[in-house]
């Protein structure tokens, strides 16, 4: 023996919002995996949401690229001169003097004590396609192929070459 559901417009309005959300309207329990899961994924995305900017600061450089002044600082151990590790520049009239002598015609920052190179970096392209995508969106390639001949035409082109 079934038992027949009252069919009102309350009930049949609750199915239908049951079906829209796939079947029954039901929540199950979730497993133990699961719910460790989704607070390792929620630790994570915290981490990279506060670190966003810097992210994003670090994505510019890539992408506009970079140039880096370094200096090479000497002593002397005994009677040997010797040539420490390069430094980064980091004083802004140091750069420009750096960056004077070697892109322009700028006095020699170099002497006995020390040597200032400039290194650069070029952009990098998939740098910049990654910033704009995430900004504006992927952009959308059109591939329209177009055919010459239609179907019949070259089936009779076929059918000439087995013919001879």
């Given at each position: 023996?079934?038992?027949k559901?009252?069919t ?8 239908l919002?049951?079906s ?23 630790l ?14 670090t ?9 880096k ?22 004083g802004?009239?140091?750069?420009i003097?750096?960056?004077?002598h ?8 170099n002497?006995?004590?020390?040597y ?8 990098d ?10 900004t ?5 390639e ?7 001949k239609?179907?019949?035409a ?9 013919e001879?």
């Open positions: 023996m079934t038992k559901l009252k009102t417009p309350e009930s049949i309005k609750k199915r919002e049951a829209a959300k796939g079947g029954r309207n039901k929540k199950g329990i979730k497993n133990k995996a699961t719910i460790d899961r989704e607070k390792v994924l929620q994570a995305k915290d981490i990279v949401a506060g670190r966003t900017r810097r992210l994003i600061d994505q510019t450089l890539l992408a506009m690229g970079t140039i002044v370094f200096v090479i600082r000497y002593e002397m151990i005994g009677k040997k001169k010797v040539a420490k590790k390069p430094e980064l520049v980091t802004e009239e140091q750069i003097n750096a960056l004077h070697e892109y322009a015609d700028g006095e020699s920052p002497d006995n004590d020390e200032y190179f400039v290194t650069t970096k070029d952009p392209n998939q740098a910049i396609n990654s910033l704009l995508d995430r504006y969106g992927r952009s959308t059109n591939k329209v192929v177009s055919i010459e239609g179907m019949g070259l089936l009779d082109e076929i059918e000439d070459e087995d001879e």
